[in-house]
């Protein structure tokens, strides 16, 4: 006798272990156990009883598992195995939920975060969470098109982050380009859209790059009421120009004061993780000047890790806040002079009012990319005169400018 939906919607298990079945006719059959009731047809394919599962009640009713029954009769009578059928769909849509957006994209991320530091790694995938994901994420990469992905990017530009929209760009395009490699889809439509976002305008480093303004930053610096080892750091940020993060995260360990060196690990420097494993450390010539101020501050933090350790806490360098706002504190606003702007300072001055500095000499102490015939070499122990002449002649024209001489003179052609 054929089922019935208030019969089934009613039926109960009955406690036995394999179930209890009730049939509804040509091999269809409700399977009800402790945890649920399932649809079942038993079908025979050469000569070989077998048994198809249509689905779950509720979710499959008693109609459309009719439905799945008189299917799988059709297929049988064509000689066509409906279970091989399921399982080249299931497989289908397996291979189907491997290509979509989010799954290339997360397999990319997976693929190249060890090459990738940490910071990076986790911003690049943290991106698409937000802002392409929601949008595209699930469907197939074939499906997608150039409008379809401006309109997610579209989003974030109206935010007003230009950058971060490029940034999106870019790395969509990363995905598409792996999954053409894996061949997982055969067009890349993101250079479709060049042109159309809008542009980014690039905003230097604020930073005193007049002598006679450098020399009244300089003579601030000694008005300054804060914390003793805050007004070093920014005394030195002047001196040794290296990134804001290579100050405040200076170990007394890396210090030869005797020697006058700095030497930074490479694993702190900012480069790429093999650049980090490989490379040689950077190395910064301590003047005078530089030396001074460390041994006045050695009694207050010396016996730490860190020559600008937090206040918040042992174990902890000085935030990456506190050198701005040293200088909000002394009346510099951030469109006047920022931590970072230390580096353009130094060389802006060196190469237009210092005589004989060499560019790929301070370039070189900058920790940048080195080019031309005296590129690399100036990054190797072996040429540290140079640089140490450099730095002694820089801190000696600080101290120039802030004694208040020196202001006009320009660099002889």
Same mark, same amino acid.
């Given at each position: 006798?054929?089922?019935?939906?208030?019969?089934?919607?009613?039926? /109960?298990?009955?406690?036995?272990?394999?179930?209890?079945?009730?049939?509804?006719?040509?091999?269809?059959?409700?399977?009800?156990?402790?945890?649920?009731?399932?649809?079942?047809?038993?079908?025979?394919?050469?000569?070989?009883?077998?048994?198809?599962?249509?689905?779950?009640?509720?979710?499959?009713?008693?109609?459309?598992?009719?439905?799945?029954?008189?299917?799988?009769?059709?297929?049988?009578?064509?000689? @066509?195995?409906?279970?091989?059928?399921?399982?080249?769909?299931?497989?289908?849509?397996?291979?189907?939920?491997?290509?979509?957006?989010?799954?290339?994209?997360?397999?990319?991320?997976?693929?190249?975060?060890?090459?990738?530091?940490? /910071?990076?790694?986790?911003?690049?995938?943290?991106?698409?969470?937000?802002?392409?994901?929601?949008?595209?994420?699930? *469907?197939?990469?074939?499906?997608?098109?150039?409008?379809?992905?401006?309109?997610?990017?579209?989003?974030?530009?109206?935010?007003?982050?230009?950058?971060?929209?490029?940034?999106?760009?870019?790395?969509?395009?990363?995905?598409?380009?792996?999954?053409?490699?894996?061949?997982?889809?055969?067009?890349?439509?993101?250079?479709?859209?060049?042109?159309?976002?809008?542009?980014?305008?690039?905003?230097?480093?604020?930073?005193?790059?007049?002598?006679?303004?450098?020399?009244?930053?300089?003579?601030?610096?000694?008005?300054?009421?804060?914390?003793?080892?805050?007004?070093? %750091?920014?005394?030195?940020?002047?001196?040794?120009?290296?990134?804001?993060?290579?100050?405040? /995260?200076?170990?007394?360990?890396? @210090?030869?004061?005797?020697?006058?060196?700095?030497?930074?690990?490479?694993?702190?420097?900012?480069?790429?993780?093999?650049?980090?494993?490989?490379?040689?450390?950077?190395?910064?010539?301590?003047?005078?000047? %530089?030396?001074?101020?460390?041994?006045?501050?050695?009694?207050?933090?010396?016996?730490?890790?860190?020559?600008?350790?937090?206040? $918040?806490?042992?174990?902890?360098?000085?935030?990456? *806040?506190?050198?701005? %706002?040293?200088?909000?504190?002394?009346?510099?606003?951030?469109?006047? *002079?920022?931590?970072?702007?230390?580096?353009?300072?130094? $060389?802006?001055?060196?190469?237009? $009012?210092?005589?004989?500095?060499?560019?790929?000499?301070?370039?070189?102490?900058?920790?940048?990319?080195?080019?031309?015939?005296?590129?690399?070499?100036?990054?190797?122990?072996?040429?540290?005169?140079?640089?140490? /002449?450099?730095?002694?002649?820089?801190?000696?024209?600080?101290?120039?400018?802030?004694?208040?001489?020196?202001?006009?003179?320009?660099?002889?052609?």
């Amino acid at each position: 006798m054929p089922l019935s939906d208030t019969f089934i919607k009613q039926a /109960k298990h009955s406690g036995k272990p394999a179930g209890d079945k009730h049939s509804d006719g040509g091999g269809l059959y409700l399977l009800i156990t402790a945890v649920g009731k399932y649809w079942r047809l038993n079908y025979r394919f050469n000569t070989k009883q077998k048994t198809l599962a249509l689905g779950v009640y509720p979710a499959v009713t008693l109609a459309q598992a009719r439905r799945k029954r008189d299917d799988a009769k059709a297929r049988l009578a064509e000689g @066509i195995d409906p279970g091989v059928v399921k399982q080249a769909e299931k497989a289908a849509k397996a291979v189907a939920g491997e290509n979509t957006f989010e799954a290339v994209a997360r397999e990319y991320h997976n693929v190249k975060n060890s090459g990738w530091s940490e /910071k990076y790694a986790a911003k690049w995938l943290r991106g698409l969470e937000k802002d392409i994901f929601p949008y595209v994420g699930r *469907m197939q990469l074939t499906d997608i098109t150039a409008p379809m992905m401006l309109n997610a990017i579209r989003k974030v530009e109206n935010r007003g982050n230009r950058d971060a929209a490029h940034t999106l760009s870019q790395n969509s395009g990363q995905v598409f380009r792996y999954a053409i490699q894996t061949g997982r889809c055969e067009r890349n439509p993101m250079p479709d859209l060049q042109g159309a976002l809008q542009p980014v305008v690039v905003k230097h480093m604020s930073a005193v790059l007049e002598p006679l303004k450098v020399g009244e930053l300089l003579r601030a610096f000694d008005t300054y009421t804060g914390q003793p080892i805050t007004k070093a %750091a920014l005394q030195l940020s002047a001196l040794l120009f290296q990134r804001p993060a290579n100050i405040r /995260k200076m170990e007394w360990g890396w @210090i030869d004061l005797e020697a006058g060196m700095l030497t930074i690990p490479s694993a702190s420097m900012k480069r790429t993780v093999a650049q980090k494993l490989n490379g040689r450390p950077h190395f910064v010539p301590l003047a005078p000047q %530089a030396v001074e101020i460390l041994r006045y501050i050695q009694p207050l933090t010396g016996y730490r890790t860190f020559v600008f350790p937090s206040t $918040r806490g042992e174990g902890r360098p000085m935030s990456d *806040m506190t050198l701005n %706002a040293a200088l909000r504190r002394l009346g510099y606003s951030g469109d006047e *002079m920022t931590a970072h702007g230390f580096r353009a300072m130094a $060389r802006t001055l060196m190469i237009e $009012r210092l005589p004989g500095m060499h560019a790929d000499v301070i370039e070189a102490q900058l920790a940048h990319g080195k080019s031309g015939p005296l590129g690399s070499a100036y990054d190797r122990a072996d040429f540290m005169e140079q640089r140490r /002449k450099m730095m002694g002649e820089w801190a000696d024209y600080l101290d120039r400018l802030k004694r208040g001489g020196e202001v006009v003179q320009l660099k002889s052609a």
